[in-house]
C-alpha cells in the first residue's frame, strides 16, 4: 500500500518466570463472552443462515499479523456515542491522535480480518443474546459494539436488569448485547461463584443468563495490599478456608478451576462460551503509582513490544503473558472458545486514554473508543465465520 505504515509482529514466545518476581497487579482484563442462542433447548443452530459459504477459508492464525496505517478507513461511530464512558472519549477530551487511533487496522498475514458490518451482524444474529462479563475492559469491548451497531439500528431499548449492569435490545431484530459488571474470579468468605439471573425487558418468560467471568483483580502480587508473610491472600474451598495460605499462582489456578467448572455445569445446550485473553497495559517508566506514563502517538515496534512485555525482561507490564499461561492451561479440555486479542494489542501503545481529559495518573489500561477494541469485535466476528463454516 503506497504511503502505508505498517509494524511488523513477531510470534509471542512465552517463557516461564519465577512467579515470586511478580510485583504487580494480575487479571486487568480477562473476559468471558456467552453468546445464546434464542432457540436453546430446542435443536435450532445458532447460525441460521447459509452465511458466506462462497468466502469460507481454513483457520486463520489472526495474532500473526502488522498494523497499517490507513488514513482512508472511516470510524464505525464517532464521540457522540452516548454510551462511551467519558474517561475512554479520547476525541472529545482531545487526545493529540484521538482521531488518528481509528486509521490503524489489524493485518493478519495469512487471511483478512474484515471490519464488522453492522447490518449483517443485525440479521445473522436474529433472535440471539450476548453477554459480556466481567470487569471494565470487557465494557470496553462491549461498547465498541453496541456504538456500532446503534449506527445501523435506532430502534434500540436500553434496561437496567436487577443484579446485571445494563444491555441494549435492538428491536426489529430481537438482538441483546448486555454487559454485567463483576471484579472477583470468586465471592469472598467461600460464597459459591453465582450466575446473575435476569428477566428479558421486553415483558416475556425467556430468561437471559449473565456467567461470572475473569476480570480485573488488580494488586494479586501488589506488596501495597497483599504481604505473602503478614497479609496473604485467604482463598476458600467449599465455605472452608484454605490453609496454609495459597501463593497467588496457585490460588488462581484453583479459582480458574472451579469458575471453568461452574460455568460449564450451568451453560445452558447450545451456549458459546468465549474467553477473552489478557488486555495488555503500557505504563513506561513505572507502574500507575509510580508516576508510569503511555504518551507514545505511534504503535510500537516488535523490538519495543518484547521490551515491555517479555517474561525474561521482569517489566512492569508483563503479568500479561504470565496469566495467559495459566488461562490456556485451565481452559485445556473444556469447551471454552478462546478470543486471542492480547499480542495483537500488545502494539497499540497509542491507543490508551493517557492523560487526556484531565486525568491525575496516566489511564494506560483502558483504551480509547473509537479505537483498539473495535478491531477486538471484528475478531470476534471472524471466529463466529469460522466456526460456523466448520459445521
Given amino acids: ?161 436487577a443484579g446485571a449492569d445494563r444491555g441494549f435490545t435492538f428491536l426489529p431484530y430481537n438482538l441483546t448485547v448486555a454487559y454485567h459488571r463483576t471484579n472477583l474470579l470468586a465471592r469472598y468468605a467461600g460464597l459459591p461463584i453465582a450466575m446473575v439471573v435476569c428477566w428479558n425487558p421486553l415483558g416475556t418468560n425467556k430468561v437471559f443468563e449473565w456467567m461470572l467471568m475473569f476480570q480485573k483483580a488488580h494488586g494479586w502480587w501488589a506488596p501495597s495490599k497483599f504481604d505473602p508473610i503478614q497479609s496473604p491472600m485467604l482463598f476458600f474451598e467449599k465455605g472452608l478456608p484454605v490453609l496454609p495460605p495459597l501463593p497467588p499462582e496457585l490460588g488462581l489456578d484453583m479459582a480458574l478451576k472451579h469458575m471453568i467448572m461452574y460455568v460449564e455445569r450451568k451453560a445452558r445446550p447450545g451456549a458459546l462460551k468465549f474467553f477473552r485473553t489478557q488486555s495488555p497495559r503500557h505504563f513506561e517508566g513505572g507502574d500507575w503509582n509510580e508516576g508510569g506514563s503511555c504518551q507514545r502517538t505511534q504503535p510500537l515496534f516488535p523490538e519495543q513490544v518484547e521490551q515491555l512485555f517479555s517474561l525474561l525482561n521482569n517489566g512492569t507490564n508483563m503479568e500479561t503473558r504470565l496469566v495467559n499461561q495459566h488461562l490456556y492451561k485451565a481452559l485445556q479440555g473444556s469447551s471454552f472458545c478462546i478470543l486471542d486479542i492480547t499480542h495483537l494489542s500488545e502494539f497499540r501503545a497509542d491507543a490508551h486514554p493517557s492523560t487526556a481529559g484531565g486525568k491525575k495518573h496516566d489511564d494506560c489500561m483502558h483504551w480509547c473508543l473509537p479505537g483498539i477494541t473495535d478491531s477486538w469485535n471484528d475478531l470476534l466476528v471472524a471466529n463466529l465465520n469460522n466456526m460456523y463454516n466448520q459445521i
Fill in 1 to 161: 500500500m503506497v504511503g502505508a505504515a505498517a509494524v511488523m509482529a513477531p510470534r509471542d514466545h512465552r517463557k516461564k518466570l519465577n512467579l515470586s518476581f511478580l510485583l504487580l497487579s494480575l487479571l486487568c482484563s480477562a473476559s468471558i463472552l456467552i453468546v445464546f442462542s434464542a432457540f436453546r433447548g430446542s435443536n435450532t443452530p445458532l447460525f441460521p443462515y447459509d452465511f458466506d459459504r462462497e468466502t469460507r477459508r481454513d483457520l486463520c492464525n489472526y495474532t500473526d499479523g502488522i498494523w497499517i496505517h490507513d488514513p482512508t478507513v472511516r470510524m464505525r461511530y464517532d464521540n457522540t456515542c452516548k454510551e462511551i464512558f467519558k474517561g475512554w472519549n479520547c476525541i472529545s477530551n482531545n487526545k493529540s491522535n484521538g482521531r488518528d487511533i481509528p486509521s490503524w487496522r489489524w493485518q493478519p498475514r495469512a487471511c483478512d480480518l474484515p471490519p464488522l458490518d453492522p447490518v449483517r451482524f443485525l440479521e445473522r444474529f436474529r433472535d440471539t443474546n450476548i453477554g459480556f462479563v466481567g470487569d471494565s475492559l470487557n465494557r470496553n469491548m462491549f461498547v465498541s459494539l453496541v456504538c456500532t451497531l446503534k449506527r445501523a439500528s435506532s430502534e434500540v431499548k436500553k434496561w437496567r436488569p
